[in-house]
């Protein structure tokens, strides 16, 4: 039985590592079985101590499951690193929730209030933001002048829907550096989509893409308690497996923008999937990561009941280092985290194009 166990665990484990990469646009559930994949590796570890112990040839079996899993750990936690440099090209991420989020029932204006301040004293150079807010007739909600111009971002892009003149909503790029080129990737609807701004830096030019994808639109209070999972379990999931999809036909667009890029790209946004996910293994296979090179513990960013996924995330190409990531737990003025990191690179910025005719 010890044998059977080990051995249906074994497969188990190999064909959901391997699941990351097939698309949920060809099998929809694929990306609600690999959020298992945490589980399974605790069972492996658990398997590989027993067998150990009880000095069985079997425990080869979990252990090769651990070694082919080993990302999977990477991607879920990181022991801090020193950062030898923190100076360079700082870049900010945060999902505002419109400016208007409240905890507990608290105030949503002092909240505002709180969560503006903290954004006028960030000194980060590039600053990205999903689900902004913007009412120019209303002074403590004209968040362009507030965050912008009057802080020094003179060059900033935004996709707004809604009444320009008056309140409307989006996805918004703000800059020290000046803004050479911009345009919009996806469509925004019901604040999501993506935009990019080519920003010149001294001598050099990145491409910045903020992403907002599909989101998960589930109700997360409704999931505090056992009732609450019993009543909306069948909805939920109906939710996650409806936003994997989309999500999945986002991404391939969003990839084939990113692979005609001129330039060096840095992605940075809320992705609404965690790290076991289709997107974020696609874009792992193409860019770095930067909370995986140079973040610390497991950089939850959701700030919800289920405060222990992390969807929000900064990749970046080859070209490019990471010195500092950072998730700011400290700042609990959204329904997210801020993320923020720090880029460095040696020589004058050269994309680094990927494909046979390279090699």
Known sequence: MVKFLTSILFLVSLALFYSVYISPEFFPYVGLITLTIPLLLI???????????????????????????????GVTFQFPKKSE???????????????????????????????????????????????FYQDPTTPSRNAIKLLGTEMGYEYSYEIIEGKPKSRSYGIAIMSKYPIINEGKVLDTKRNNGVIFADIKVDKDTIRIYNAHLESMSIESENLNNLDGIKENYRSTLSK???????????????????????????LVGDFNDVPYSYTYFSLRKIMNNAFEKAGKGFGFTYNKILFFLRIDNIFFD??????????????????????????????????????????
């Open 240 to 266: 996650l497996k409806r936003g994997q999809i989309t999500r999945a036909s986002q991404l391939d667009i969003l990839l084939d923008h990113m692979r005609n890029s001129p330039y060096v790209n840095i």
């Open 85 to 131: 440099n923190i100076e360079g090209l700082s870049v900010l991420s945060y999902n505002v929730a419109l400016f208007s989020f409240s905890r507990n029932n608290g105030d949503s204006k002092e909240n505002n209030k709180n969560i503006i301040k903290w954004l006028q004293d960030n000194p980060s150079d590039i600053k990205c933001f999903q689900e």
């Open 43 to 73: 069972i492996n570890g658990l398997f590989l101590v027993l067998l150990v112990l009880s000095k069985r040839k079997l425990a080869i079996l979990p252990l090769i499951a651990i070694i082919a899993g080993w990302n999977f750990i």
């Open 318 to 359: 080859k070209p490019l280092k990471v010195s500092q990531f950072k998730t700011h737990k400290e700042v609990d003025y959204s329904d997210h985290y801020p993320i923020s990191a720090v880029f460095t690179w040696d020589k004058p910025l050269q994309k680094i194009i990927e494909d046979s005719d390279q090699e």
